[in-house]
């Protein structure tokens, strides 16, 4: 499908439309635009969420939602849309309604609709053709007053801006190993370079790894006949206000090395990339959007595959900052590549410093499939990003640190080991073992974002699909532009 987007001033009844989408919140169908109340009742329709009812004839869609929250919206459109899609209506308009806050209405209308009707139909032979739909937004009963159309106008941009690139992530993510390989991703990152202002993009290829001291990163990838790739795009506006660096695990494939994963859990390991996808997005968005901040995404692309070369359990490595590392499992690769590049995003001097990584099965065991492990020093700014999820719509938990688990990374031969000695906490000691290898002046500005649960998911879940979901994308930049709208107050 293919959205545009209009908003208007005029009433609901004065536009001509081929088809209305109405709301529903109260459970008595009480509010002027339902119409229809006798037969909706006689369909056995309550108005819950995520309830849809189309009444071709009537030219009514009506949809549940449980509240006006940003994130009920997001799901209602969707529902809608995805409900219109194999019609042939071509021009669809919807109310605002003098519960809703009018901006976070708009916002959660567009960001639904986009990410919600998002399709990935690259390796399919039969190609469908995308229909063309016009959403029209009328202002009538918004509650803020005055919202001018400017406003409304420059709020559905921004919405706009962060679905796509939420959706640019997805299609990273969801194309197959040898089509995004390392070197492939490098070339995505700088044909977007150059399609941004204020956008530079460096690629570093084997032996910038070897100048850099990077071992760990390196041992990762020499199996592979596609060699590694060190990605780093940097946003740079004048007179930027804060430097935000954002470190992404850039797994394009993950075998398991020789510690070889069961066949089972081979299948989505395209997904092991996911925290590069994002943190490219991330930079996008704040592009397009003019952040006024110095933003950096950093991503270590490599496949961890099997061959004469493989770096193999008991090596000991070697990363930028002289740490050694104990290999006691190859499977855990993604927090050696990500050691050398957090290495490297120390040297930055960042104020805030994020990795986000496909990192642990064992965050999901914690949080389940579709929730963020939120990791790091700084109670204030985990605080900060935490209250952003209402905005965002992103489930992050938290998950404390302690001395006890630092223990278990305990090695006899080396530093440290790259697994715990235990099972348990698995989530937590992979993030402290990351914490080697942020430099001490910026442990406090760091945290680290375990995005295994909902960055790749079988089966479609609210307004997400199955396959890549963009996570940490619509969370980083709704975090970004909260700190701007904080400090003009």
């Known amino acids: 499908m293919i959205l545009n987007f209009d908003i208007t001033e005029k009433k609901v009844s004065d536009i001509d439309a081929d088809i209305e989408i109405v709301f529903v919140v109260d459970k008595n169908f009480s509010h002027k635009w339902v119409e229809d109340e006798e037969l909706l009742t006689t369909l056995g329709f309550k108005g819950e969420s995520e309830e849809v009812c189309f009444l071709p004839e009537k030219k009514k869609l009506y949809v549940g939602l449980d509240s006006f929250d940003k994130d009920e919206v997001r799901l209602a459109i969707s529902k809608a849309l995805n409900t219109l899609k194999k019609t042939e209506f071509k021009t669809i308009k919807i109310g605002s309604y003098v519960d809703a806050c009018p901006v976070s209405y708009i916002k959660g209308l567009v960001e639904g609709a986009i990410l919600g009707t998002y399709e990935f139909y690259m390796y399919k032979s039969e190609k469908k053709d995308k229909k063309e739909k016009l959403l029209l937004i009328s202002l009538e009963d918004a509650r803020e007053v005055p919202l001018s159309l400017d406003h409304a106008k420059k709020s559905l ?199 986000m990584a496909t990192l642990t099965g064992a965050c999901v065991v914690a949080v389940g499939e579709y929730t963020v492990g939120l990791m790091g020093h700084n109670s204030k700014i985990k605080h900060d990003v935490l209250k952003v999820s209402k905005h965002s719509g992103e489930l992050f938990a938290t998950l404390q640190f302690n001395r006890y688990l630092k223990k278990l990374l305990k090695s006899q031969v080396a530093d440290i080991s790259n697994i715990a000695s235990s099972r348990y906490g698995g989530a937590i000691t992979a993030a402290l073992f990351l914490d080697n290898f942020v430099s001490e002046d910026v442990k406090d500005k760091w945290m680290h974002w375990d995005i295994a649960g909902p960055a790749y998911v079988e089966k479609a879940w609210g307004y997400n699909q199955a396959g890549a979901s963009g996570a940490g994308v619509r969370q980083a930049l709704y975090w970004m532009s909260g700190k701007l709208s904080r400090k003009k107050h």
């Open 157 to 355: 941009q921004e919405a706009k801006t962060i679905a796509e690139v939420t959706n640019n992530a997805k299609t990273i993510v969801n194309q197959a190993p040898d089509d995004m390989t390392p070197e492939k991703l490098a070339e995505y990152a700088k044909n977007l370079a150059e399609s941004l202002d204020d956008v530079e993009c460096f690629v570093g290829d084997e032996e910038f790894l070897k100048e850099q001291k990077m071992g760990a990163f390196l041992a990762v990838s020499r199996a592979s006949r596609h060699t590694p790739r060190f990605i780093h795009l940097t946003y740079k506006p004048k007179d930027a206000k804060e430097k935000f660096v954002f470190v992404g695990k850039g797994l394009t494939y993950d075998s398991g090395g020789l510690s070889l994963k069961p066949s089972d859990f081979m299948v989505t390991m395209k997904s092991d990339k996911s925290g590069a996808a994002s943190v490219i997005s991330v930079l996008e968005g704040a592009a397009r959007l003019k952040l006024p901040f110095e933003v950096h995404a950093i991503v270590g692309a490599c496949e961890n595959m099997i061959g004469g070369d493989a770096y193999k359990p008991d090596d000991v490595l070697v990363a930028k900052n002289g740490k050694t590392i104990e290999i006691r499992n190859t499977d855990a690769e993604g927090r050696l590549v990500l050691a050398d590049c957090l290495c490297y995003a120390s040297e930055l001097k960042p104020d805030y410093l994020v990795d």
